[in-house]
């Protein structure tokens, strides 16, 4: 039988096992770590006492590729899905609380007060149809206006949220491909979502299940170290224990991050540049205080005014996302922590003396590529130049942010390319 071998196994790997295992290729993954899912990981941490998820991710209901990988594992029903589309913000250095709420459809529901930005007006908005137009070199800063409450309160947020690069230098033409699947879409297409349980109960371990009963392999700290090239093809790879030959009907799908992509595929130009995440957890002291403007069904409350930029809240353990953190990343895990605290604390209503909880900071230095115009023009195709070998991860050109759902549709869009030679 016909093999498809897929160089590792964290989301985008998944991603693409699962659409294959239903096709007439075997299927073998192959990955270096000693768990799959790479940075949708989860684990015990013995300091909380909990399972916790290296960082937070939300998904949103307009996420149709990574929806559907849910379903096809079964593990649909194991997201909080908020019931409308509301987010909630707290500015830490005013006080000041606000929602934003997606209505219907753009841009009938920026006319009602209560569902846009505090202090903002209708005419703010128009600015969106500048990134509509936005050229390859254009940031996000030098189409919007950078003054006034809409930028620090939406666009800044945003832009960090969705492309971990701050607006200065993120690219306009993705934050657009983001806009118009999503908020110009209205309500239906913005309702968050978030894993009940962790990251890797939603993400990972149903998709390892599901493969299994499948028949796929998975071959768990089992790096490719090398590439063997011949008439423009692999003929064989070579792992840490063995050497693996390649019929001529075989396929690779390599769902690796850039750097470790350039490794193998010596010439290849991928993004270099990357950009940090900082992720802290709390074990908190006692129930919070305050819980004004977060949702029973998914606590989640966007900051401004401080350093945290969201907080998640899953019973006892508050987790705290700040992005295009690449500064902040070189501080050490006790001074972040107890910056991070503060804000935690104030956000919740916990008094400011309140002594650190017990807590995790994970740094994540290269969570996703920086988005910038100039590196996207380096996003990879999913086709290379060797007839069986096509590319699959979140940096890879999908049209999309590196995001959860970039992640997917990679995979999925390699399978579909590596099936289409072979007919």
Not at 72 to 98: K, T
Not at 184 to 213: F, H, T
């Amino acid at each position: 039988m016909a093999k498809v071998h897929i160089i590792g196994a964290g989301l985008a790997g998944l991603s693409a096992g699962v659409e294959l295992v239903e096709s007439p290729y075997e299927v073998r993954l192959y990955e270096a770590a000693d768990q799959a899912g790479g940075r949708c990981r989860s684990y015990y941490d013995k300091q909380l006492g909990k399972r916790i998820d290296n960082g937070n991710h939300l998904l949103l209901s307009a996420n149709k590729a990574a929806l559907n990988y849910l379903t096809r594992i079964g593990a649909r029903d194991s997201l909080i899905e908020a019931p409308e589309a509301r987010f909630p913000f707290l500015d830490l250095s005013s006080g000041q609380r606000w929602e934003l709420r997606p209505g219907g459809a753009l841009p009938f529901w920026l006319l009602n007060p209560d569902r846009r930005v505090a202090d903002t007006n209708v005419w703010d908005y128009l600015g969106i149809w500048r990134l509509a137009f936005a050229g390859p070199d254009k940031c996000v800063s030098d189409c919007l206006d950078t003054s006034g409450p809409l930028w620090e309160r939406f666009w800044r947020p945003l832009t960090v949220a969705a492309l971990n690069t701050v607006p200065e230098r993120a690219s306009a033409m993705l934050l657009w491909s983001l806009l118009k699947d999503t908020f110009l879409k209205g309500a239906a297409a913005c309702r968050p979502m978030i894993a009940r349980d962790c990251l890797a109960a939603s993400l990972v371990d149903p998709a390892l299940s599901y493969l299994q009963e499948r028949g796929a392999e998975l071959r768990l700290n089992c790096r490719v170290r090398a590439l063997e090239i011949t008439d423009g093809r692999i003929a064989a790879f070579h792992t840490n224990g063995e050497s693996v030959a390649l019929a001529p009907e075989d396929r690779v799908i390599m769902a690796l991050p850039p750097a470790g992509t350039a490794q193998l595929l010596m010439g290849l130009a991928v993004p270099k540049e990357s950009s940090a995440i900082v992720n802290a957890h709390y074990l908190l002291p006692e129930p919070p205080k305050n819980l004004k403007g977060l949702s029973k069904e998914l606590p989640l409350l966007g900051l401004t005014g401080g350093t945290a930029d969201w907080l998640f809240l899953r019973g006892s353990v508050a987790s705290i996302t700040v992005s295009a953190a690449d500064e902040l990343a070189t501080k050490s895990s006790g001074e972040l922590a107890l910056r991070l605290w503060r804000d935690t604390a104030k956000a919740l209503g916990f008094d400011q003396e309140t002594p650190l909880p017990p807590h995790r900071i994970i740094k994540e230095k290269r969570a996703t590529f920086a988005q910038t115009p100039e590196t996207l023009r380096l996003r990879a195709k999913p086709e290379t130049s060797l007839s069986n070998l096509f590319l699959a991860g979140d940096w890879t050109d999908t049209g999309f942010p590196a995001t959860i759902e970039s992640a997917v549709r990679s995979g999925q869009i390699a399978v579909a390319r590596s099936l289409v030679t072979t007919l």
